[in-house]
């Protein structure tokens, strides 16, 4: 099992640009979520989706959609990237209480 | 809804010392409590989780944490710190209600003095 794999691992971006973060998980879990971690403010919640077909809006949801076509994959959308989306960006999944994290991607938008 | 403080961003001990990470939560419900441990460039590993059985919770690498009701805490402790525990650990909450999203304390930082 390779567990929970992001992609890509590096971005750097330039104000404005668009972009697509890919996460996918192959435990069969039903629910993924994404983070961002900024220093000092441990990880808040961007999106999470509890099933295919479904998501909802966590803490910090402005400026990012996601969508959640097939269970395994959860895909965050930046439309217009603006420099305070500069973060490194985690993908979770669960099936009840324990989550999974992915290994990060590291996005710059300069 | 839930939160979660933990007490101290930074943490330093001597190699061979005891390790005390503290966290008191907030939750309208009975919650599920982790700690998550983070070295350096990585994701995040779950130390321990306690999700209503025994109060006492033994982790991984030797940590182990203590669910107090009374006093809203959740503190991580080691016996006896180890150069490799250097890492950022995060105290989590979450609804113990059902699958809803995790809350995550602001990290605390710990240093290991060879």
């Known amino acids: 099992n390779a567990g929970v794999t992001q992609t890509p691992k590096f971005r750097v971006l330039k104000t404005g640009q668009s972009m697509t973060l890919l996460c996918a998980q192959d435990?069969?879990?039903?629910?993924m979520y994404w983070y961002r971690q900024d220093p000092g403010m441990g990880l808040r919640l961007i999106h999470y989706?509890?099933?295919?077909?479904?998501?909802a809006k966590g803490e910090v949801p402005d400026g990012y959609n996601v969508s959640r076509l097939k269970k395994q994959n959860f895909l965050l959308g930046l439309e217009s990237a603006a420099p305070s989306q500069t973060s490194v960006y985690f993908c979770?999944?669960?099936?009840?209480?324990?989550?999974?994290f992915g290994p990060g991607t590291r996005l710059t938008v300069t | 809804a839930q939160s979660v403080t933990q007490l101290d961003s930074h943490v330093s001990v001597s190699e061979g010392t005891p390790v005390l990470l503290r966290c008191n939560y907030s939750s309208s419900y009975s919650p599920s409590l982790f700690w998550y441990v983070q070295h350096p460039n990585k994701g995040l590993q779950l130390l321990l989780k306690?999700?209503?059985?025994?109060?006492l919770v033994k982790g991984i690498n030797g940590f182990e944490a203590e669910f107090k009701k009374s006093e809203t805490s959740f503190h991580l402790t080691k016996p006896s710190a180890h150069m490799s525990d250097a890492a950022e650990y995060f105290c989590?909450?979450?609804?113990?209600?059902?699958?809803?999203?995790?809350?995550f304390g602001k990290g605390t930082r710990l240093s290991v003095i060879a």
């Open positions: 979770a999944s669960s099936k009840r209480y324990e989550q999974y």
């Open positions: 989706s509890v099933g295919e077909g479904t998501t």
């Open positions: 989590v909450v979450s609804d113990g209600q059902g699958n809803t999203p995790l809350v």
């Open positions: 435990m069969n879990h039903e629910y």
């Open positions: 306690y999700t209503s059985a025994a109060t």
